[in-house]
T-cell receptor, first 114, second 118 residues
Framework: ETGVTQTPRHLVMGMTNKKSLKCEQHLGHNAMYWYKQSAKKPLELMFVYSLEERVENNSVPSRFSPECPNSSHLFLHLHTLQPEDSALYLC?????????????FGPGTRLTVL | AQSVTQPDIHITVSEGASLELRCNYSYGATPYLFWYVQSPGQGLQLLLKYFSGDTLVQGIKGFEAEFKRSQSSFNLRKPSVHWSDAAEYFCAVGRTGRSGGGADGLTFGKGTHLIIQP
């Protein structure tokens, strides 16, 4: 595997379910990100991790819970979601922290909440 | 706070014609600017970036962009488009985190959907 991978690519869940999204980067980067991409809205930054430490939580509801066990893996745990949470969730990584760093994106997980 | 405006939601261009996609940004300091492309079902791929220096930057796939500080713009251009260029294009500005430093995300525009006519 190369670059940034995300699993699953598609997920359908009910409002009472608990699921997790997984992201893995094979680039040796130190920073990882979760973005939400909804129709007709700009990409929204959700969480930022640098060296496994969360450095930003962009006012995301608590039903989204990130986890970064090491610099190569990032998870997004989901519970009691709402239909408006249906979106494409993109993971990205960058060599280090700092807004000048190019970010490399995974293909995303298409989430549908019923 | 930073913001990015892409005024064109959709643009239709004939194959072989030139292309310009507009991007305006709002940022208090020297911006770090990016253009990304997203094909259907794919993640975002970086086309080019501007940090400093020459205001005309070259990217992949024959794209270029020009930074104009006086107009707060970073427009993307290509002299001759190919059918494979049909995709969603996003302009983004590097943003500082709320802590004032540390790992930072990008602020994106809403995107421009490019349609190529044969």
């Amino acid at each position: 595997e190369t670059g940034v991978t995300q699993t699953p690519r598609h997920l359908v869940m009910g409002m009472t379910n608990k699921k997790s999204l997984k992201c893995e980067q094979h680039l040796g980067h130190n920073a990882m990100y979760w973005y939400k991409q909804s129709a007709k809205k700009p990409l929204e930054l959700m969480f930022v991790y640098s060296l496994e430490e969360r450095v930003e939580n962009n006012s995301v509801p608590s039903r989204f819970s990130p986890e970064c066990p090491n610099s190569s893996h990032l998870f997004l745990h989901l519970h009691t979601l709402q239909p408006e949470d249906s979106a494409l969730y993109l993971c990205a990584s960058s060599p280090g922290q700092g807004y000048y760093n190019e970010q490399f994106f995974g293909p995303g997980t298409r989430l549908t909440v019923l | 706070a930073q913001s990015v405006t892409q005024p064109d939601i959709h643009i239709t261009v004939s194959e072989g014609a030139s292309l310009e996609l507009r991007c305006n940004y709002s940022y208090g300091a020297t911006p770090y600017l990016f253009w990304y492309v997203q094909s259907p079902g794919q993640g975002l791929q970086l086309l080019l970036k501007y940090f400093s220096g020459d205001t005309l930057v070259q990217g992949i796939k024959g794209f270029e962009a020009e930074f104009k500080r006086s107009q707060s713009s970073f427009n993307l251009r290509k002299p001759s488009v190919h059918w494979s260029d049909a995709a969603e294009y996003f302009c983004a500005v590097g943003r500082t985190g709320r802590s004032g430093g540390g790992a930072d995300g990008l602020t994106f525009g809403k995107g421009t959907h490019l349609i190529i006519q044969p």
